[in-house]
């Protein structure tokens, strides 16, 4: 199970998650480490895009505290439907909704947790940055921090293959 942050304008739009640019970002990410996103549920902590009105365009707005835990019954019940063995949780907002309280991303980043609290059983939870946010690093590091992206995502995949 993979969790994002929030909808962005495309995934709003379609009604799917993750099918703007960071979802095509994260599709490539998971090919390349061996994981089919066919197989994987995808979805985000807080449910509707927030916005600001920027002449046509509607730019994203991180979430607040409140409509983190206003959408916190439809993750948990989420949860207990896919009832996943690892959780990944893309980026702090995700991180938070996931674990109950906040984590430094960076310092984290590719860390298996064994959550506390009624989480299902036997899930874990990996750590990693929002696909968005190789989209805002500067280029000469894009390259480099996709890597460490992928890496992250790789840790995934042999987390299963090591179960199997």
């Given at each position: 199970?993979?969790?994002?942050?929030?909808?962005?304008?495309?995934?709003?739009?379609?009604?799917?998650?993750?099918?703007?640019?960071?979802?095509?970002?994260?599709?490539?990410?998971?090919?390349?480490?061996?994981?089919?996103?066919?197989?994987?549920?995808?979805?985000?902590?807080?449910?509707?895009?927030?916005y600001e009105l920027r002449g046509?365009?509607?730019?994203?707005?991180?979430?607040?505290?409140?409509?983190?835990?206003?959408?916190?019954?439809?993750?948990?019940?989420?949860?207990?439907?896919?009832?996943?063995?690892?959780?990944?949780?893309?980026?702090?907002?995700?991180?938070?909704?996931?674990?109950?309280?906040?984590?430094?991303?960076?310092a984290h980043r590719g860390t298996?947790?064994?959550?506390?609290?009624?989480?299902?059983?036997?899930?874990?939870?990996?750590?990693?940055?929002?696909?968005?946010?190789?989209?805002?690093?500067?280029?000469?590091?894009?390259?480099?921090?996709?890597?460490?992206?992928?890496?992250?995502?790789?840790?995934?995949?042999?987390?299963?293959?090591?179960?199997?």
């Open positions: 199970m993979m969790v994002g942050e929030q909808p962005g304008d495309q995934e709003d739009l379609a009604g799917r998650p993750f099918v703007g640019p960071a979802g095509q970002l994260l599709d490539r990410a998971l090919a390349e480490a061996g994981i089919d996103r066919r197989t994987t549920y995808v979805t985000n902590a807080v449910k509707h895009f927030k046509k365009r509607r730019l994203h707005k991180k979430p607040a505290e409140l409509e983190i835990a206003a959408c916190h019954r439809w993750y948990e019940s989420e949860v207990a439907s896919v009832q996943p063995e690892l959780i990944v949780a893309l980026g702090a907002t995700a991180v938070r909704a996931v674990l109950g309280r906040a984590l430094p991303i960076l298996l947790i064994e959550p506390s609290g009624e989480m299902a059983p036997n899930t874990r939870v990996l750590v990693t940055v929002h696909p968005s946010y190789l989209l805002r690093v500067p280029p000469e590091t894009r390259e480099a921090e996709y890597a460490k992206f992928v890496d992250d995502l790789k840790i995934a995949a042999d987390y299963f293959r090591d179960r199997r």
